[in-house]
C-alpha cells in the first residue's frame, strides 16, 4: 500500500506549533473546511512536569481548485493559561440548545 500527503502546514513554525500528544484534523462539509486543534502545542517532553501548553484551534477553508485546505488558517484560536488538553469537538450550538 501507498499513501500520498496532499498537504501539510505548521512545519515552518517549529516547536510552539508542535503537537507531540494529542491533535485532531477533520473535514466538515457543513463549513466546507477543515478543523485542526493541537491540544499540546509547545509542550517539551523533557519538561513535561513543568511545561504549560498553548493549544490552537484552527479552521481551514477548502480550496476547491486545489482539492486541499487554503494555506493559511481562516481562524486561528491560542489559549493560554489552560491545563493540558485532549482535543476539541465542534458542534451545532442551535442542535445544541433545542429541546
Known amino acids: ?35 485542526v486543534y493541537s491540544a499540546t502545542a509547545g509542550l517539551n517532553m523533557a519538561q513535561f512536569a513543568r511545561m504549560q501548553v498553548s493549544p490552537i484551534l484552527q479552521e481551514f477553508k477548502w480550496n476547491p481548485n486545489a482539492k486541499t485546505p487554503e494555506k493559511e488558517p481562516a481562524v486561528e484560536l491560542q489559549f493560554s493559561g489552560t491545563p493540558i488538553g485532549y482535543q476539541a469537538l465542534p458542534f451545532d450550538i442551535k442542535s445544541a440548545l433545542s429541546k
Open 1 to 35: 500500500m501507498t499513501i500520498e500527503q496532499i498537504w501539510e502546514y505548521g512545519k515552518n513554525r517549529g516547536h510552539s506549533y508542535y503537537s507531540p500528544i494529542t491533535s485532531i484534523t477533520e473535514f466538515h462539509p457543513d463549513t466546507n473546511s477543515v478543523l
